[in-house]
Nanobody, 130 residues
């Protein structure tokens, strides 16, 4: 049974930093596309970043490029999201997700759509105060 558990959320001021973690279990982990998504109040869930777990190729949406860094540790089966220079619009519930084994190229093609991922964590709250 696939299980994804996020941690590391909290409340920070504008310009602050947080590091989210997503611990994965119950599947092969290597060779999957794993993503971070977020959902603000009254908004749809949106992609933030993704990483291919066999090779570390990473993908970002434009709004977080240069501020967020996605990484992962195969030995720990854990994905991370380092978030710097946080803005109020970054607030929301952050989810990690994974999908069936894919290629790195396919990960880059599909990461923006939540519907392409079929296993999700419970989410963690990130609040950025001005």
């Amino acid at each position: 049974q696939v299980q994804l558990v996020e941690s590391g959320g909290g409340t920070v001021q504008v310009g602050g930093s947080l590091r989210l973690s997503c611990a994965a279990s119950g599947y092969s982990y290597n060779g999957h596309c794993m993503g971070w998504f977020r959902q603000g109040p009254g908004k749809e869930r949106e992609a933030v970043a993704a990483i291919y777990t066999a090779g570390d190729n990473s993908y970002y949406v434009d709004s977080v490029k240069g501020r967020f860094t996605i990484s992962q540790d195969n030995n720990k089966r854990t994905m991370y999201l380092q978030m710097n220079d946080l803005k109020p619009e970054d607030s929301g519930v952050y989810y990690c997700a994974t999908d069936e084994p894919r290629s790195s190229r396919r990960c880059g093609e599909i990461f923006r759509a939540p519907a392409n991922f079929d296993a999700w964590g419970q989410g963690v709250q990130v609040s950025v105060s001005s």
